[in-house]
């Protein structure tokens, strides 16, 4: 078994930032993407970052050039580094690993709880 927790969020004031965290932990062998999407009030899940083992990147449109996604394979821990934030970022904000190859050799796909993120004067 394979769990994602995040952490970081919380209530910020446009042109912020803030920091998002996500551990994977359990029977883990290798974690191949790992990645951020956010769902905010009545809209779709959509992606943010994701980023491979080898620390290939893919940033939506919307947030480049203000958030930076980032890993650390040895901890298993992915990070977003979100700056400028505005009040459209407002959002959950769920951490996704896929392709985890566990201990077992299946492999997964895994979400985390969420966080919420709040962009507000």
């Known amino acids: 078994q394979v769990q994602l927790v995040e952490s970081g969020g919380g209530l910020v004031q446009p042109g912020g930032s803030l920091r998002l965290s996500c551990v994977a932990s359990?029977?883990?062998?290798?974690?191949?993407?790992m990645g951020w999407y956010r769902q905010a009030p009545g809209k779709q899940r959509e992606l943010v970052a994701a980023?491979?083992?080898?620390?290939?990147?893919n940033i939506a449109d919307s947030v480049k050039g203000r958030f930076t996604i980032s890993r650390d394979n040895a901890k298993n821990t992915l990070y977003l580094q979100m700056s400028s934030l505005k009040p459209e970022d407002t959002a959950v904000y769920y951490c996704?690993?896929?392709?985890?190859?566990?201990?077992?050799?299946?492999?997964?796909?895994?979400w985390g709880q969420g966080t919420l993120v709040t962009v507000s004067s």
């Open positions: 996704n690993a896929d392709r985890v190859l566990d201990t077992t050799g299946r492999y997964l796909e895994v």
């Open positions: 359990g029977n883990i062998f290798r974690i191949n993407y």
């Open positions: 980023i491979s083992s080898g620390s290939d990147t």
